[in-house]
């Protein structure tokens, strides 16, 4: 008989998210001789490994981790109560709550019935927490619909996560944040997420460009929204006034928005501009970082970035717009800003980034990415996780 070695929580199975929490469960009650809090999150992203570096320590506070992959079945984790320390439901993103709504009011009966979900999980004796990620979500439709979902969940909530203590403040022209619920812990680095073994030589010489180039990478999901064409019109004014080589890579699946489509088309017209229009694997992300000198964040609206944490865990200093959280969390030592989308600001910002190319500011950056390292800001999250929710117990440490 041969046996298939068979990995859990990756796609849906029979049984799923019960299965799964059920083994992560009895693992944990082995490993700490008691019952485990269990701590299932969704929606479940795995092309970004942030969600694995952010639960990288969980397990040091007593948690156990489980995916929920269908966001709307969180409901049947609830008859393992009994065998754990408590069941925290972590919302990330809630963009699929409204998904496919064909009007305002299906948008509002689909709010209806998952706060109804909600609301009966915290009856049965389930926790909710709610991550703040974005100031909305991007695809959003019917945006009133998607707003009131924000503050309903963050009014119900048991616990409020932010990444910044700014946060409330920049989101509070549309959503009330409770202090007594907000729990503060920064976006954990992508040190030692993505291999990282080849060296700048070879990486350029594998992307066909030049050591004299100055190279700068924009690395995500490539959508209209998110500011390239103007970065692209400041490029083309530096290029106009520089007489330095200067190349700009756009890596990233894009999506299907008949703008997005218009971008690719002038991108791979671009005679200075190389695109590679696909979800980049995990192995392939150091190719394209490692060849850069400096990674652009041109996001002209955003609360949070990935990308912010990803350009310093290669060494790379950032151009950024003046935008969220980020003029309190980058240092100028290794960021350059760009305070308006007029093209000769992007230019101007461009130019004065030269500034950055030397070794201080990839220093820099790295010890930026070293102080938010997964090993420090999952175990601090967990401990803090852990002490509010014991305290709204009204006991210890553990049962």
């Known amino acids: 008989m041969t046996v298939q070695l068979q990995i859990q929580g990756f796609n849906p199975a029979p049984g799923s998210p019960v299965h799964e929490a059920l083994a992560a469960v009895r693992n944990g009650t082995v490993r700490y001789g008691m019952p485990p809090w269990l701590l299932a999150y969704t929606p479940v992203a795995r092309m970004n490994p942030y969600q694995s570096l952010t639960y990288r320590h969980f397990g040091d506070e007593g948690f156990v981790v489980s995916p929920v992959l269908d966001p709307e079945s969180f409901e049947s984790l609830l008859p393992l109560l009994d065998q754990t320390q408590?069941?925290?439901?972590?919302?990330?993103?809630?963009?699929?709550?409204?998904?496919?709504?064909?009007?305002?009011?299906?948008?509002?009966?689909?709010?209806?019935?998952?706060?109804?979900?909600?609301?009966?999980?915290?009856?049965?004796?389930?926790?909710?927490?709610?991550?703040?990620?974005?100031?909305?979500?991007?695809?959003?439709?019917?945006?009133?619909?998607?707003?009131?979902?924000?503050?309903?969940?963050?009014?119900?909530?048991?616990?409020?996560?932010?990444?910044?203590?700014?946060?409330?403040?920049?989101?509070?022209?549309?959503?009330?944040?409770?202090?007594?619920?907000?729990?503060?812990?920064?976006?954990?680095?992508?040190?030692?997420?993505?291999?990282?073994?080849?060296?700048?030589?070879?990486?350029?010489?594998m992307l066909g460009l030049s050591e004299d180039e100055v190279v700068y990478v924009v690395f995500g999901a490539i959508k209209a929204y998110k500011g390239i064409e103007t970065l692209v019109a400041g490029f083309d004014r530096l290029l106009d006034s520089s007489d330095v080589p200067r190349r700009l890579l756009v890596a990233g699946g894009p999506d299907r928005d008949r703008r997005t489509r218009a971008l690719l088309k002038r991108l791979r017209m671009h005679p200075q501009v190389l695109v590679h229009d696909v979800k980049v694997p995990n192995e392939q992300v150091q190719y394209l970082l490692r060849a850069a000198d400096i990674m652009v964040l041109p996001h002209q609206v955003a609360l949070n970035s990935g990308a912010a944490l990803l350009g310093p865990s290669f060494d790379l200093p950032l151009v950024a717009n003046r935008v969220g959280v980020l003029p309190g969390t980058l240092g100028e030592d290794f960021t350059e800003f760009i305070d308006s989308a007029a093209p000769q600001d992007v230019a101007d910002s461009l130019s004065r980034a030269d500034r950055l190319l030397g070794a201080d500011a990839r220093h820099a950056a790295r010890d930026f990415a070293a102080e938010h390292h997964a090993r420090t800001v999952s175990h601090d999250l967990a401990r803090t996780l852990r002490t509010r929710l014991t305290a709204a117990d009204g006991v210890g440490e553990g049962r």
């Open 86 to 205: 408590g069941i925290v439901l972590h919302l990330h993103w809630l963009n699929t709550v409204l998904r496919g709504a064909k009007s305002a009011d299906e948008a509002e009966d689909r709010m209806g019935r998952y706060l109804q979900r909600l609301r009966r999980f915290q009856s049965a004796g389930g926790r909710v927490l709610w991550t703040v990620h974005n100031l909305a979500p991007h695809d959003a439709v019917y945006l009133n619909v998607e707003r009131a979902l924000q503050q309903s969940v963050a009014d119900l909530a048991d616990l409020v996560h932010v990444m910044s203590p700014e946060t409330p403040g920049l989101v509070g022209d549309f959503l009330a944040l409770d202090p007594e619920k907000v729990v503060t812990s920064p976006h954990p680095s992508y040190l030692g997420a993505y291999p990282d073994v080849v060296p700048r030589d070879q990486a350029r010489t």
